[in-house]
């Protein structure tokens, strides 16, 4: 809707609804003991707004929904594959496309074929699945996003920009070891925050001369390509579309997490240029996978991926998209609460550390922070600091380098009435920021600590 008015209006309406689950703070503050003070402990069924990630957690369409009843669950040569693929083609330019069940399946499939020890992969951040994929392989994942993207009060119009200068400079020392090289859109390690046309024509041009075959990590392609239309010089009289189009043509070939852009609740594919991997790929498939015609997942997924793909470049779905992590970020910030800036496409990351500085950082600002949240609104969010990213040494402590929390919005679920009543309560929360206490682990597993660690809080 191109209006100047202020509230945002959810381009959909509702056809199917199901209850917000609602308790009270008493409730929750026994389910938030009962769950070791880690909120992926805690039942969805007890979570009343569930920021923990914008991945699979969609509302599909009507569309969607249609489309998936007309599926060919077949095993082999479906007529929702041919669909599927027609649009990748269509949308990406693309010739040769590999259906997986989510996008670290995609990565997977795609490292175990491509790297071996000591190789190496460039990007502006891999996102953690990616890295450990390629780690998993002996290689080494590099970061080389700008340095205005590694500071969280700076306000930068494409944070998530690689730094053109290191890579040319790294391609140039190892070209030899780098079997592809990658960007990821938009950098969800570095705040959900876009990348340029510009900056993506440069990446494209160094991989080109070096021959390193280009990459793009594309789950949020569609909200990037917005980005672009929105902030970069030259581009706003393009449609969606075509920005979608120009980001493709500079990269080889992508991998994809549908379960963000494409508007789902699973599924993933690679999509190639050219057919030099292709087989070695499609065998790898079979073998961990499934059929290259249904990769994984049922027909119907494919069909709502086909149709969801669509519906995520849609120019109207995407401005209320961006309008309500810019909404829900400005609030927060009014309230005193300090959010990562630019706010991302997909989530806005408050700045634990900068909002609660009398919480050390072995005492985990943002996990006080996200259990305070769930304690004051319902809400669920997700840790990005010391919890997830903190290492002992020698028995020292090594903090993250930030302290984030992040509120990833599912897409289509929750509407400005909920925002509003969240923002409702911050600004008390933040008055009484200075009695929220830090916690120690009472359980403290070996890997990947958030997803099953408990907590005490000091008292
Ligand atoms: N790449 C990026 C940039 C991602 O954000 C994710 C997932 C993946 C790859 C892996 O895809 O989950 O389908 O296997 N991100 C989710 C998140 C988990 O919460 O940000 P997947």
Redesign the pocket.
């Known amino acids: 809707m191109k209006t100047n008015r202020k509230t945002i209006i959810e381009p959909f309406r509702i056809k199917v609804v199901e209850p917000l689950p609602q308790t009270t703070r008493t409730q929750r503050e026994t389910l938030l003991k009962e769950a070791g003070y880690n909120l992926f402990l805690v039942k969805a069924k007890n979570v009343t707004f569930d920021f ?5 957690t969609t509302a599909m369409s009507a569309a969607q929904w249609g489309a998936m009843m007309v599926a060919d669950e077949v095993y082999a040569g479906s007529t929702s594959f041919e669909r599927f693929e027609k649009k990748i083609q269509e949308i990406m330019g693309y010739k040769f496309v590999l259906p997986t069940h ?6 997977k499939l795609l490292f175990t074929s491509l790297l071996k020890k000591g190789d190496l992969v460039p990007s502006n951040n891999h ?4 890295r450990a994929n390629i780690e998993y392989q002996g290689a080494e994942a590099v970061d080389l996003v700008i340095e205005e993207g590694k500071d969280p009060q700076l306000n930068y119009p494409f944070k998530g920009n690689i730094n053109l200068q290191k890579l040319e400079d790294f391609c140039k020392q190892y070209a030899s070891h780098i079997p592809c090289g990658m960007i ?1 859109i ?4 570095g705040g959900g925050q876009p990348v340029s046309m510009e900056n993506l024509r440069g990446a494209s041009e160094i991989y080109k001369r070096y021959k390193i075959p280009f990459i793009l ?1 594309v ?2 392609f569609a909200e990037n390509s917005y980005f672009i239309k929105e902030r970069e010089k030259g581009m706003a009289d393009k449609s969606i579309r075509e920005i979608v189009k120009m980001t493709f043509d500079l990269a080889d070939g992508c ?1 994809m ?4 852009d494409a508007m789902v609740n699973i599924g ?1 594919f690679i999509a190639l240029k050219n057919d030099e991997w292709v087989e070695k790929l499609r065998s790898l498939l079979i073998l961990t996978e499934g059929f290259p015609t249904y990769g994984g997942l049922a027909a119907r997924d494919l069909e709502a991926m086909a149709v969801g793909l669509e519906e995520g470049m849609d120019e109207d779905y995407l401005s209320y998209r961006v309008a309500v992590s810019r909404y829900m970020a400005a609030g927060l910030n009014k309230a005193g609460i300090p959010t990562l800036q630019p706010a991302g496409g ?1 989530a806005v990351y408050i700045d634990a550390k900068a909002f609660l500085p009398h919480i050390p950082q072995e005492q985990f600002p943002g996990q006080a922070l996200v259990c305070e949240l769930y304690l004051s609104e319902g809400v669920r969010a ?1 840790e990005i600091g010391s919890v997830m990213f903190g290492k002992k040494e020698n028995n020292k402590f090594i903090p993250s380098k930030m302290e984030l929390v992040r509120l ?1 919005f599912p897409r289509r679920v929750y509407t400005q009435s909920h925002v509003d009543y969240i923002l409702e309560g911050m600004g008390e929360l933040a008055e009484r920021k200075n009695s929220l206490k830090g916690l120690k682990f009472s359980y403290e597993p070996a890997i990947l600590k958030h997803f099953t660690a408990r907590f005490e809080p000091f008292s």
Do not use: P
Not at 52 to 56: Q, W
Not at 102 to 107: K, L, P, S, V
Not at 186 to 189: A, G, I, W
């Open positions: 923990l990630t914008d991945s699979g989510q996008g670290r399946a995609a990565e996102f953690d699945t990616t990821t938009t950098n969800n390690t990590d789950c949020r991998m997490s549908a379960k963000k993933g997909h997700c990833a």
